[in-house]
């Protein structure tokens, strides 16, 4: 029994350090950043999930919407691993998507420019190439139809497979259409699963940058909280990162 409790305090001040060393990196990044001048170019949005758009670019969509600059949201997953045991598949699924159209129209876009592809979630590293390159021609095909001057993606190593699955996917897309666009990786789990990540070196800090968003961080706080049924479930700590006065972006 004292060999259990023992292993708990390892594990809990395990934890504890973790998290004061994502607090540290994430200011440390702030700090160390570029500044990001919102530019007139229109936008794409890839989110593997419903809530990573807001999470990682809610301050950005708004400050580009309020300037009138077009901006759709792709949603590649249906999100259905994110529900309570209790609730069946198909009810996360349209839950997760009235969510979605709740915080974006919060943030300033309609319904017309919201998409959902679909995908299983949890299934994007696990597609066969033939499921793989089906999805990417439905990704060349919003890029080419849209003519997005910028695309959002999540960080290529985000820790969560289907984010770091989606950025794989995001950047054949746009080999493949041929297009000139501008590529940032916004970071979700990055900072906070793995603080001591070592992808996150002296070129990671060269392409990162920040945008304030003090004048729409209500509008994203208020978009966040219309995720109700993954806030429930969500780590505080883990939520509060995204209530700040800034976003970080890495240029690819």
């Not at 229109?42 to 919407?65: M, N, Y």
Request: aromatic share 8%; proline share 4%; glycine share 4%.
């Amino acid at each position: 029994m004292q060999d259990l409790r023992v292993k708990k305090i390892r594990r809990l001040i395990g934890y504890k350090i973790m998290q004061m060393l994502s607090c540290i990196l994430q200011l440390a990044l702030q700090i160390s950043s570029k500044t990001l001048a919102i530019s007139q170019k229109s936008v794409i949005i890839f989110a593997p999930h419903q809530d990573d758009e807001t999470l990682g670019c809610g301050g950005l969509i708004a400050l580009k919407r309020e300037r009138g600059i077009p901006v759709k949201v792709v949603f590649i997953t249906d999100g259905q691993l994110s529900g309570s045991g209790n609730i069946e598949v198909k009810d996360v699924i349209n839950i997760r998507k009235k969510e979605a159209l709740e915080a974006l129209n919060i943030l300033g876009i309609a319904p017309s420019d919201i998409y959902f592809i679909n995908q299983k979630d949890g299934s994007l590293q696990e597609l066969c190439q033939q499921q793989q390159q089906q999805l990417v021609n439905q990704l060349v095909g919003f890029i080419a139809s849209f003519n997005a001057e910028e695309i959002y993606v999540p960080h290529r190593h985000d820790c969560h497979p289907d984010h770091e699955a989606s950025y794989k996917l995001v950047v054949q897309a746009i080999a493949l259409s041929g297009l000139k666009v501008d590529l940032w990786q916004y970071p979700v789990w990055m900072l906070w699963q793995n603080p001591l990540n070592p992808q996150i070196n002296l070129q990671s800090l060269l392409n990162c940058y920040h945008i304030s968003i003090k004048s729409v961080q209500k509008k994203k706080q208020q978009a966040i909280a219309c995720y109700q049924s993954q806030i429930i479930s969500a780590n505080p700590e883990f939520l509060f990162r995204f209530y700040a006065d800034c976003e970080i972006f890495f240029r690819d």
